[in-house]
T-cell receptor, first 113, second 113 residues
């Protein structure tokens, strides 16, 4: 039972353009959502989060959008840079589970110079 | 550098053997989480400890066990190893179990031959 799903295994964009990574979830108890970035041979690094009481959170070039009715969230990166090339994981947690996260499978983003 | 230290980085062993993976959380963090990432999969939650006590269990096999010591470091013991146990094993920590981003170590890559 995959409760958090990232349907695109890979995404390729040109430097300077927008990258949009998508994530869907099925568990309506999830109330906190996070994006992690992972480079090869390193652990996932926290990028940005959003609580279910909001529909948008912005941090510099990164914006996360949450559509609760559709159980969908997305991460926008503008402008994309070659250093953003990494695997991006969507994750979710419920109030009852504390910081225990359920992860999606990840999307490999490649930003071409 | 997340401040979470995992050793060893790589481990190669044979089927049927037993190994121990070690994790030192960030200074001041009381809660430790273990995750498993198999090839091309998302991270699967295994087990969580808080201040030395088991807090939650996920999809952890009976052949696997863990503990958190008084100095807050944690060990994950994997026994009767099978080929399918080959994976990346990540440790993460947070100050408290409530909602806050997990900080991950760089993982231990286990190869069972």
């Amino acid at each position: 039972d995959q409760q958090v799903k990232q349907n695109s295994p890979s995404l390729s964009v040109q430097e300077g353009r927008i990258s949009i990574l998508n994530c869907d979830y099925t568990n309506s108890m999830f109330d906190y959502f996070l994006w992690y970035k992972k480079y090869p041979a390193e652990g996932p690094t926290f990028l940005i989060s959003i609580s279910s009481i909001k529909d948008k959170n912005e941090d510099g070039r990164f914006t996360v959008f949450l559509n609760k009715s559709a159980k969908h969230l997305s991460l926008h990166i503008v402008p994309s840079q070659p250093g953003d090339s990494a695997v991006y994981f969507c994750a979710a947690s419920a109030e009852t589970s504390g910081s225990r996260l359920t992860f999606g499978e990840g999307t490999q983003l490649t930003v071409n110079p | 550098d997340s401040g979470v230290t995992q050793t060893p980085k790589h481990l190669i062993t044979a089927t049927g053997q037993r190994v121990t993976l070690r994790c030192s959380p960030r200074s001041g963090d009381l809660s430790v989480y273990w995750y498993q990432q198999s090839l091309d999969q998302g991270l699967q939650f295994l087990i969580q400890y808080y201040n030395g006590e088991e807090r939650a269990k996920g999809n952890i096999l009976e052949r696997f066990s863990a503990q958190q010591f008084p100095d807050l470091h944690s060990e994950l013991n994997l026994s009767s190893l099978e080929l399918g146990d080959s994976a990346l094993y990540f440790c993460a920590s947070t100050p408290v179990p409530e909602n806050s981003p997990l900080h991950f170590g760089n993982g231990t890559r286990l190869t069972v031959t």
